[in-house]
């Protein structure tokens, strides 16, 4: 096909190439070598090879000592100036979850092969949880991992499972293969995915994926198991529902201006 034909110059290819390969050192971890990228990728090794020479010139990627790629220093302002228009988006949100359900309410995004919390409203509640902004949790036993779980293909799943590994945070942590894709599909089919104390004994979330975002991300309500009820869970359901809606909306917007 002629490179013309879709309405795509050679030079916006190279673009969007340029960002599939860091989209596939993030997904690594951060971290890769050329063969795995090679592995990874549809593109013949020199033009990855010739990509990732002008990423690390300009500073989105690095090379280590050890030859392998890193995402570069340049994308932490990016990062950081994307986070704070992520923060002005989802703190209203979170904010109106808490109003109408009276537990702390959390957004959490994809950080390699666990996920991280990036904003947070408390609930006023003096007994509440507070999964600290920055906090790093497993995606296998977190109720907004699982709900970032189901939005993944399985071969994506099965990666990064084996790749952080199925530690037990308490007794109620799944810790097979099955029963993460058992999870997994549990969410596909409600919706939604539900932490039943696999982060901290006491504690129950209740979590959606914000569908279509950029990058894999999900909001959650969480509180102590007494509050957590079945009450609870059914209001919980359609407020975040509601929430994610508004958040999927402006990425999108974002992304198609």
Do not use: W
């Not at 995402?71 to 979170?94: D, F, K, T």
Request: charged share 25%.
């Amino acid at each position: 096909m002629n490179r013309m034909a879709d309405g795509r110059s050679g030079g916006v290819q190279s673009v969007e190439r340029a960002f599939e390969l860091m989209e596939l050192i993030g997904r690594a971890g951060g971290e890769c070598s050329l063969t795995e990228l090679s592995s990874e990728s549809p593109l013949p090794p020199p033009t990855i090879h010739r990509l990732l020479r002008t990423l690390v010139g300009i500073g989105y990627v690095r090379q280590l000592p050890n030859r392998r790629y890193s995402l570069g220093p340049r994308l932490i302002r990016l990062g950081e100036v994307a986070n704070r228009q992520l923060g002005a988006v989802a703190g209203p949100v979170l904010q109106a979850l808490v109003d109408e359900l009276s537990e702390t309410a959390s957004l959490a995004v994809l950080d390699g092969d666990m996920v991280i919390y990036t904003g947070q409203v408390a609930s006023l509640h003096s007994m509440r949880t507070n999964n600290e902004i920055g906090r790093r949790v497993n995606l296998h036993n977190s109720g907004v991992g699982k709900a970032v779980l189901a939005e993944l293909d399985d071969a994506r799943i099965l990666k990064l499972v084996t790749q952080a590994g199925l530690p037990a945070a308490t007794e109620n942590s799944v810790t097979t293969l099955s029963s993460v894709f058992a999870n997994v599909e549990k969410v596909r089919a409600d919706g939604f995915a539900v932490d039943e104390q696999e982060q901290e004994i006491g504690v129950r979330c209740i979590a959606m994926a914000v569908p279509g975002a950029p990058t894999p991300m999900a909001i959650g309500i969480s509180g102590p198991e007494a509050r957590m009820d079945a009450d609870l869970l059914k209001r919980a359901v359609p407020a975040l529902r509601r929430a994610t809606d508004v958040i999927s909306e402006a990425l999108i917007g974002a992304r198609e201006e």
